[in-house]
């Protein structure tokens, strides 16, 4: 008799992430809230001292800011976050008694991988839309001699609001395979964060490096988005959000096969242990 199919165990696999992370968990303690609180945070704390030094005496120019640079914060600070918990969660799958309980529940690891990303990513999603709507909707009311030509319906916030949670979306795909790839919780948070804050900014210092930051995948996604960046869209704004979600889909189908090609190896390597025992 045949197990579950995939479609099952992708199901099965969410419903046990959304278990596992109920109450008092570290998702909903501290990442969630940090989601929300940090691009809050900075944003509204910036735009406070410049709306202030905006109406200070003798101030007889003002530099406003465009819908195009309103929620940089929340494309830059949450949906690292989301992308960190996501490796976070999925790395630690593989510690202790965990790595046998998941082979044991879920045969087919992708599926749980996929699970995780679905979970990650739609709380990602759904969290950068109401962020992008408190912050287009407030900035501008707030603190109109800086915001006030931001707009949530014109064609940058409307572009915003469809891209900004697609890139949050698929970067839990990226977070997810870089946790499936890098076992170690810490380990996998330390690569994702050199990689989007370090390696992909820098790259450019290299020989060729601007050719080659040209296929960086976080910021393609950044400027694809409709941020205004000094980087330009290697493939046009539509094209370089999907080279990043595929780059994103690429990776993960990558890191999944390692992984059963990993316990593959891992399965024959305790056979043959098994066997030269009873000898």
């Given amino acids: 008799m045949s197990g579950p199919g995939p479609a099952t165990l992708i199901r099965r696999g969410v419903a046990a992430e959304w278990t596992r992370t109920a109450g008092r968990s570290f998702l909903w303690t501290v990442a969630v809230p940090v989601t929300f609180a940090l691009p809050l945070i900075v ?21 406003t800011v465009s819908t195009t640079n309103s929620v940089y914060w929340v494309i830059t600070l949450s949906v690292s976050v989301m992308t960190v918990t996501a490796a976070y969660a999925h790395a630690t799958q593989w510690r202790g008694q ?34 992008l709507i408190v912050v287009m909707v407030t900035l501008p009311h707030q603190f109109p001699q800086i915001y006030g030509a931001v707009d949530i319906t014109d064609s940058a916030g409307v572009r915003f609001l469809w891209t900004v949670p697609s890139y949050a979306f698929a970067a839990c795909g990226v977070g997810v395979a870089v946790g499936s790839l890098i076992r170690t919780p810490s380990a996998a948070v330390a690569v994702l964060l050199f990689w989007v804050y370090v390696a992909e900014i820098s790259i450019n210092l290299l020989p060729h490096g601007s050719a080659l930051q040209a296929y960086a995948p976080f910021l393609n996604a950044v400027a694809a988005t409709g941020q205004e960046v000094a ?49």
Wanted: charged share 15%; hydrophobic share 55%.
């Fill in 98 to 131: 965990t790595s046998d309980l998941n082979i044991f529940l879920f045969p087919r690891s992708w599926t749980v991988a996929l699970a995780r990303w679905i979970y990650y990513g739609a709380i990602a999603a759904v969290s950068t839309t109401v962020l």
């Fill in 43 to 63: 944003t509204f704390a910036i735009a406070a001292v410049a709306e202030r030094l905006a109406t200070l005496p003798g101030q007889s120019y003002v530099a």
């Fill in 231 to 279: 980087f330009l869209p290697r493939f046009g704004r539509n094209g370089s959000l999907l080279y990043f979600i595929l780059v994103a889909a690429g990776f993960f189908i990558t890191t999944a096969v390692l992984a059963i090609l990993f316990r593959r190896i891992s399965e024959r390597r305790r056979t043959t242990l098994a066997k030269s025992g009873t000898l």
